[in-house]
Structure formats: C-alpha cells, structure tokens
C-alpha cells in the first residue's frame, strides 16, 4: 500500500477546474476553479503589489479586489505564467510538498500539441525538487479509473466536450471528434435565459454573478430524455435560494439550457457546430471505417461518460437513444452508454493508477532523460 511518502503527485489542469492530490489516493485532495486573480488597482489590497496573483479559491475570497482570467481555455493553456502559478499554488500552498523529490503525472487533453508538450516538460523541470514527470492522455487514463482499455470515451468538461475511441490502451486518431461545448456554455445559456429575474441577480459582479448560475446549473438543470415528448412539459418550477438572500424560480430553463450540447444551435449560435451525439456518431463511424463494423460495434457497448458536466441527470439515456437514431447499422441493445460513479475525476483517478504501474514507467520522462535530449524527447514518451 502506497503512502504519502512514496506516491507521485496527480495534476488536471482543467479549463474549470484544477484537480490535484497524490497517487495513493481516492479522489483528488485538491479542487479548485482553475482561476487567476490580480488587484484591480495599486490602493484596493494594501500591501499587496499590483502584479501578484491570488489563484482559485484565493482568488475568490477577494473577488471584489481582483480582476480574473483563466489560464486554460477550451483546453489549450491560454498563460503558461499563469499556468505556472497554479501549478506552484498546488505543489507549495494546497499540497505544501516538502519531499525532496518527486514526480508529477499531468494527464494531457486531446487538444494538446507537440509545443503545449515540451513547454510543460520546461516549465515543469524548472521545478529543482521534481525529478520526473509522466505526460499522457487523458483518455486512456480516464477509462484506466473502471478498469477499461477499450472504449469509447465521450468526456464533458467545462468548455469542450470530445468524444474519443481508445483501443487496448491506444487512441485512435483518426475517431477523435471535440465539441467547443461544456458546463460553462450551459451556465451561460442559463444565465441568458433567466434575464427576467436578472435584478435579483444584478447586485454582483459578472464574475460571480456567474458563479451563483453555475451552482444552479449544476444543482437543478437535467437533460430532456426524449426531447420531443419532455420539451411540451412544464416541469414544476424550483426555487434557488440565494446565498445573500433572496430566491429565483426555474422553470423550462432547467432542460432548455443543457439542450445546446445537443442543438448547438438553438439559441442563435450560428457556428453549426454539431451536437454530442453527433461528434460520438462521426467517431463511431470512423471506427467503423477504419477497424472494421465488429470492433466498432464492440466499442459501442462501452461508451463510458466522464466529466463533470456528464453529472446533469438524463445525459446517459438522451445520448443512447439518440445514437441509437442515427446508427442504424446498430440495435438499441449494441449501445450501451455507462455512466460510472465519480466519473468527474476519471481523468485523475486513472491517472493515479496508472503512476505506479510497472507498464508504465518507461513513459516517465526523468530529469537526466530531460536534460541530456532536450524538450522534445518527452514525444517519445508520449503514446
Ligand atoms: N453536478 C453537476 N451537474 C452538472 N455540471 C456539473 C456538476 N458538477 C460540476 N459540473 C460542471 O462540470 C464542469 C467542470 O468539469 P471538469 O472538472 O470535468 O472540467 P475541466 O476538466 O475543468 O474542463 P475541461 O475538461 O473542459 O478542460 C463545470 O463547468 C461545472 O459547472
Ligand atoms: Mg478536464
């Protein structure tokens, strides 16, 4: 049994949220909202420098003094100084880490690319006591967590959702498909669709005006099963007490803002950006072309939901059936969509079973490896 003392250390930088803790353990110790905050003004904090950064829940305690930006967007680390400073806020004040050395797993989106790799591989081993780091995809990692190697990975974060087949541990590129639609897109449809009730709301700052919509997004939107049925019905209104007082009443808005993952379109976005269960349809049918309609058909029994928005009740069964729609070379009972218990830290679960694994410690890039070859050699490390 591992201990503290021997485990690695689990980093998810996500767009949202930063996920972080040691190996040996469960869930992630550390949460927090993947966050920057600096002083609006030189006079607002006393003796607090213009430049320093308050990150995550430090940031938030002082919200009124600090203009925010998010160092991850979408998944591409937007501010590596700022991504930086999250890393060293989970290492020095979350996990205060006092060992001498230590390796770092950091489970990588697939949006990531060759520079966003070596850059972390740099900015990470500027680090004097990190000794070695593992950078892999989350995909694997995340289906690793149920004790999976083959699957189909439909992931819905904070600002993209992807949707991705991994065979026997290995990606399949060619299926990968992304959707620039996560939990943030529906607070914001939220917030968009409650402007009737915005005075009650208008007393904050947009910021965290945007956080009270998010907690209600999250405590009292679902997805509508069957669309056509459930989007004539006038579920019963639920009120949010607000924490400075005051309530709002949900109505439709509790199914209509979760809608856009699936209609992208429907309050005027005129991207024609596909909905979930199209980007999983296209993977599919790139499996299907690319492995054959028996491989496919056995990963369609296997589409695993991760994420913290896959948490909003109805996903697993509106994402069936309407796979089952458009996949008619399948039967309703060749899908089976799963959505397994603490799904919102597969990612860093997985990852912190796969850090001790013999498999997987030639994929540790260490500090020699890193200085002798440079940057680049974490690619060979990277499956
Ligand atoms: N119970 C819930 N119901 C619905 N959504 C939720 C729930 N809990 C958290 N969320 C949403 O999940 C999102 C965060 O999920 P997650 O931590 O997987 O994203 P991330 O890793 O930060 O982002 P990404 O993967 O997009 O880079 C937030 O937008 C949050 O509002
Ligand atoms: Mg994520």
């Known amino acids: 049994m ?28 550390v949460v927090f909202p993947t966050i920057v905050g600096r002083p609006i003004s030189e006079d607002v904090l006393p003796g607090v420098a213009l430049d320093e950064k308050f990150i995550g829940n430090e ?63 740099e900015m990470i081993f500027e680090i004097p006591k990190v000794n070695r780091i593992f950078l892999a995809r989350s995909a694997p990692m995340a289906l690793h967590a149920f004790g999976m190697t083959s ?85 019963r209104p639920r009120t949010y007490s607000l924490p400075t007082g005051g309530t709002v009443n949900l109505g439709r808005e509790r199914f209509l803002a979760p809608e856009i993952l699936f209609k992208p379109g429907l309050f005027g976005d005129t991207s024609n950006a596909k909905g979930l269960q199209e980007i999983c349809c296209e993977s599919i049918e790139a499996l299907r072309t690319n492995k054959g309609e028996e491989e496919a058909k056995s990963l369609c029994q296997n589409v695993v939901l991760v994420g913290g928005t896959s948490l909003l009740p109805g996903i697993p069964e509106r994402l069936k059936s309407e796979l089952v729609h458009l996949l008619p070379w399948l039967s309703e009972n060749e899908i089976t969509v799963q959505a397994p218990q603490r799904r919102q830290y597969a990612v860093w679960r997985g990852a912190a079973q796969m ?11 260490t500090r020699q490896d890193f200085e002798k070859y440079g940057p680049s050699v974490v690619h060979r490390k990277y499956l």
């Not at 689990?10 to 767009?15: C, F, Q, W």
């Not at 880490?97 to 390796?103: A, L, M, P, V």
């Not at 001790?356 to 890039?365: A, D, H, I, Q, V």
Request: glycine share 6%; charged share 25%; aromatic share 6%.
């Open 59 to 121: 940031a938030k305690l002082r919200k009124d003094a600090l203009t925010f930006s998010a160092p991850v967007r979408r998944g591409i680390v937007q501010n590596w100084d700022e991504w930086m400073g999250v890393v060293d806020h989970v290492l020095n004040m979350e996990m205060k880490i006092e060992r001498d050395d230590f390796g770092i797993v950091l489970p990588q989106p697939t949006t990531t690319n060759r520079e966003s790799l070596e850059k972390i591989a």
């Open 2 to 29: 591992l201990n503290e003392a021997d485990s690695e250390i689990i980093l998810d930088v996500g767009s949202g949220y930063c996920k972080a803790g040691f190996s040996h353990e469960d869930v992630p110790s």
């Open 151 to 235: 699957g189909l990975l439909v992931s819905i974060g904070h600002d993209v959702s992807s949707c991705v087949p991994v065979l026997q541990g290995n990606v399949l590129e060619e299926g990968i498909r992304e959707l620039n639609i996560g939990g943030s897109d529906i607070t914001q449809t939220l917030k968009m669709l409650m402007k009737e009730q915005k005075p009650t709301l208008s007393s904050f700052r947009n910021f965290f005006h945007d956080d009270i919509t998010k907690a209600m997004m999250e405590r009292l939107c679902y997805v509508m099963v069957n669309e056509n049925r459930d989007s004539r019905t006038s579920p």
């Open 355 to 365: 850090a001790s694994l013999n498999s997987t410690k030639s994929r540790w890039t």
